[in-house]
């Protein structure tokens, strides 16, 4: 297995990387300790060219004959990702969908860390919801400040959305993961990433509306 | 207004809707009656020829200088999308990310009702989480045949998801709404909609790593 320094690498790519390094952690579960690009490949219905190909834009190449190595491969996705030191994040908007996202223990497999949520609803504020103790939204910037967290979770209704995010953004975070419905407006250098659930849906709705027409 | 059948939407247009129905929701809450597409535009950072194409075409125009009829393009969303009508689904896996979607509260708002939960710890078997009652795996072909539910929100395990597809397929589940990190291989006629949020932090987190990088 060489590792040379990875050149730049297609968002496609990027996506599928957590759902190889589910398969190896998996197969190093099951004591496994080297995996091909075929086991990889099938498990999640790829063809292995492509996982070959994921993999070498990352500078990994396997052995013939015996496949890539899964401690190494582990260490060198985490490593591409920034997942190898646990990342702090703010939950901003603790309503239905913030507060099943605050108690989704499933973060920690990416080693993303909600250290706190905020809330602008008074009842909330004060109390903890999944072990994480909810601030109000007046201390947002104070807070974002003194941690220097650069991360914000934003599951705060849409109306809210672009007001909070530009105070956010002041204070000095600098990636967003919306998910609100709002397309958010920030200045170069802020990542933004937004996963819009009602937006699959609808997709899922009326595709199968349509199919289910057309058995008729 | 006038609507007329319509007639091909794209993707993306779909995946828009939603958050058009949001700000039209809003927009009666607050005992408007009629809303510009410039309005809505505003509030979603979209451009308003993008809203006019959009509702176009599910042909749906404005009245010009009088706006839509809030309450009209309301049901043509809700009825083009088929969430005019309640829709039941079944949840299957009922861990972390399952839990919290069967309490997610929001998915009323598209009519999408959760009928009960399944899976495959006998420790959750009969008990009930957020008020979904939790069946064994073993009663989901028997159920899904005898109540004719067409949706099935997967939230299992990868290891499981395909063989899971293939029993619920059998059984005459006609929509997927995938969770897991798995591409399902599934007949034609049967939909798939994949919400990965591993692949969305990836992203989240290479993009953000080389824009800091970019900063030193």
């Known amino acids: ?33 080297h995996i091909s690009s075929t086991f990889i490949a099938d ?10 190909k994921d993999l070498a834009g990352l500078g990994i190449t396997g052995q013939a004959g015996v496949g890539f190595d899964a401690a190494e491969l582990i260490d ?8 190898d030191n646990a990342t702090d994040a703010y939950l901003i908007g603790a309503g ?14 990416y080693n993303l860390n909600i ?9 909330k504020v004060g109390t903890e ?17 003194r ?7 934003l599951t705060l209704p849409d109306k809210a959305a672009q007001e909070i995010t530009d105070k956010i953004v002041e204070a000095g975070i600098r990636a967003i993961w919306n998910f609100t419905t709002v397309k958010l407006d920030v200045p170069d250098g802020v990542i933004v990433e ?23």
């Open 1 to 33: 297995m060489s590792q040379d320094k990875p050149v730049s690498v297609s968002h496609p790519t990027i996506r599928r990387l957590p759902a190889y390094l589910n398969i190896l952690r998996k197969a190093q579960d099951e004591n496994k300790t």
């Open 43 to 52: 498990k999640l219905g790829y063809e292995p060219i492509q996982v070959r």
């Open 76 to 83: 060198a996705i985490l490593g591409f990702l920034g997942w």
């Open 96 to 109: 239905n969908l913030g507060s099943a996202l605050a108690g989704y223990k499933g973060f920690k497999d």
């Open 115 to 123: 250290l706190a949520c905020f809330d602008s609803d008074l009842r």
């Open 129 to 145: 919801i999944h072990g994480k103790k909810v601030f109000g939204m007046e201390r947002l910037a104070e807070l974002i400040e």
């Open 147 to 153: 941690t220097g967290v650069n991360i914000a979770i």
């Open 194 to 216: 937004r996963v819009d659930l009602a937006a699959s849906l609808a997709l899922l709705s009326r595709r199968t509306a349509e199919a289910m027409k057309n058995d008729k």
